[in-house]
């Protein structure tokens, strides 16, 4: 049972940065792709970047990129999210995901659905002003 605790959210000034993390822990074998997704009131999930665990191959969401930056640490089992020149409209619930997936190019792939992810972290408050 994969477990994904979140850390690193809080409050900054717009133009600001912060710098998520997710644990991983319970990963036994397998190739799996990690994503970070974020959450406005009463909104679906939104897919802001993926990684594929093998290969390190990411992808971010087009409105964030340049800004924002996915990685992972396997030393330290985290997935990693910096978020740089934050704005306003960057203020929501951030989440850490993961899901199984043989595929680095289905990880990678814009569509991906947020539903398709089997395991969540509990989220992670970013406020920007």
């Known amino acids: 049972h994969v477990q994904l605790v979140e850390s690193g959210g809080g409050s900054v000034e717009t133009g600001g940065s912060l710098r998520l993390s997710c644990l991983v822990s319970?990963?036994?074998?397998?190739?799996?792709?990690m994503g970070w997704f974020r959450q406005y009131p009463e909104k679906e999930l939104e897919r802001i970047a993926t990684?594929?665990?093998?290969?390190?191959?990411?992808d971010v969401r087009a409105s964030v990129k340049g800004r924002f930056t996915i990685s992972q640490d396997k030393a330290k089992s985290t997935i990693d999210l910096q978020m740089n020149s934050l704005k306003a409209e960057d203020t929501a619930m951030y989440y850490c995901a993961s899901r199984p997936l043989d595929s680095s190019y289905l990880c990678t792939a814009a569509g991906l659905s947020p539903h398709s992810f089997d395991s969540w972290g509990q989220g992670t408050q970013v406020t920007v002003s």
């Open positions: 990684i594929f665990s093998e290969d390190s191959a990411s």
């Open positions: 319970g990963v036994t074998r397998g190739r799996r792709c």
